[in-house]
């Protein structure tokens, strides 16, 4: 009998309507994963864009203005141009490690943005578990640095490898922990909770009022993960040449290069989604939400107006890291990791338990 | 298969084509000047890389281990606090409590300090008799 059932629906599954809706359930599959792609791209195009603009503003000169107007397609041309360039594997170098190295931290960045809400019911995964994948995939990047430090046969290579993975895992600690506190304000550790949870009262809503102290130590954090100034020992052109990237060249180079924004851009986005309120309009009492439709699923309009208000959130971030980027000397190695060890661990400890104190003790 | 599957073997997938198009399309002139280890001013030396490293990176990723299990312990009660109360609350707050102390310890013993030039000669120049955390 059962045996018979299930060659009925086999053959049924080989009538056009059955494939048809397969073909489809598998395009359905493939369309978001090349929309975050192609979302991702222009995405890191524009920020190098706006960094060499901006950065050119602040220093009182003119930035990128011959590829394309007004320097558009920079990017892109330096990223073209880098395919072109010789793949040179340094000798007595490790030379698997060497190739892999920027691949792993490259991979590591991408996959943390199939949690992230671009607005309602536009996450490539609504995970219970959104803000654990990204700090547990985010960890991963320091072994690419450590690769890529220890494979190229050079010292100073080494060393900045060294350095680079030693900054990033100093630097993990107090982000996790203010991580920590956001997830128990909207008790759950889903990237989709933690937006809807701040979308009550519009801008009071945001858990930038909530969590201040938290919100500082984030903000620190990230940059420091991102290694961008103040934090940018390991590129440090004066000590280390370009630390972990010196023997580098070719795409494996724009590779280092890419990651690098790709990490500003994702820690932007959730400095957003779990600071800034996320895709909600956040001007209390004038606009409901229910004019502007934002929570219904399908309704085109509502979705863009999120999609706007993420990305408006997420450059206001941005240009905030960019000029701190033109503005603060560079810190020491040991200094560095003083402040991530003995200064921003205790605070963001204590944040969280303070919270959590606040949280239960106030009930 | 979900979307997020085919996201987690799209992306490696995506930089190892990157990786393929560098390969085929860039001139292969390898000769020995070009692939040898960069220096300023003299020929690299052979086998500097597989030298000695300071021990405080060690020390570092060691403490890191520390922590991170301590704050994946940290992740369940995250998400129950409310279930859990006022005696969740005291349990974490004893957890938190002894690890602090491991921490204090080991602050108290250097163990996160790089020993520095700049600061060997401030603190002599400064004569100062007792460094705590510095």
């Not at chain 1, 724009?254 to 851009?265: D, H, K």
């Not at chain 1, 996320?278 to 009492?285: K, L, V």
């Amino acid at each position: 009998m059962i045996i018979d059932t299930t060659e009925v629906q086999d053959i049924n599954s080989f009538s056009r309507l059955e494939s048809l809706k397969e073909v489809y359930g598998i395009i359905g599959m493939f369309l978001p994963i090349l929309t975050l792609v192609l979302g991702i791209t222009i995405g890191v195009l524009v920020i190098v864009w706006l960094e060499r603009e901006i950065s050119a503003g602040i220093q009182q000169r003119i930035g990128p203005e011959y590829a394309g107007p007004l320097g558009i397609l920079q990017a892109l041309a330096d990223g073209t141009k880098l395919i072109f360039k010789e793949n040179l594997f340094p000798s007595r170098g490790d030379t698997r490690l060497f190739s892999i190295g920027p691949s792993i931290a490259v991979i590591s960045i991408l996959l943390s943005y199939s949690v992230i809400p671009f607005s309602y019911h536009l996450v490539l995964s609504d995970l219970n578990i959104g803000v654990f994948l990204w700090i547990a995939i985010s960890s991963i990047a320091p072994i690419g640095l450590l690769m890529s430090g220890y494979g190229s046969n050079n010292k100073y290579s080494f060393l900045g490898g060294l350095r680079a993975a030693a900054q990033s895992i100093s630097y993990e600690i107090p982000l996790t922990l203010c991580v920590l506190s956001i997830s128990l304000l909207s008790n759950s550790s889903s990237t989709v909770d933690i937006v809807e949870a701040q979308s009550k009262y519009g801008f009071w809503g945001w858990n930038l009022w909530r969590q201040p102290i938290g919100f500082f130590v984030f903000l620190i954090s990230s940059l420091a993960e991102c290694e961008r100034l103040p934090f940018d020992l390991p590129e440090a052109e004066e000590e280390l040449v370009a630390g972990y990237q010196t023997e580098y060249s070719g795409i494996k180079f724009g590779l280092f290069y890419v990651a690098s924004y790709l990490n500003l851009l994702v820690s932007s986005l959730f400095v957003t989604v779990l600071y800034l309120g996320g895709w909600n309009i956040s001007i209390p009492y004038i606009f409901v939400p229910e004019l502007f439709e934002i929570n219904k699923v399908g309704r085109v309009f509502g979705t863009t107006i999120g999609i706007f208000i993420t990305l408006a959130k997420t450059y206001l971030f941005l240009f905030i890291s960019i000029t701190t980027r033109w503005t603060l000397p560079r810190l020491r190695i040991d200094q560095l990791l003083n402040l991530g060890w003995k200064f921003l661990l205790p605070i963001s400890l204590g944040n969280l338990l303070l919270t959590t104190s606040f949280q239960l003790l106030s009930l | 298969m979900t979307s997020l599957s085919f996201f987690f073997v799209f992306v490696p997938f995506l930089s190892f084509i990157l990786l393929a198009i560098n390969l085929l399309l860039s001139p292969h002139l390898p000769y020995q000047e070009k692939n040898s280890a960069f220096e300023c001013g003299f020929h690299s030396f052979l086998g500097q890389n597989r030298t000695q490293f300071s021990i405080s990176f060690f020390i570092f990723a060691l403490l890191f281990l520390l922590f991170d299990l301590e704050i994946l312990l940290v992740y369940p009660y995250v998400v129950s606090a409310y279930t859990n109360a006022v005696y969740g609350l005291i349990v974490m707050l004893v957890f938190f409590l002894v690890l602090t102390l491991g921490f204090v310890f080991e602050l108290g013993k250097n163990a996160l300090k790089i020993d520095s030039r700049q600061m060997a000669n401030l603190q002599t120049k400064t004569n100062k008799k007792f460094t705590f955390i510095k």
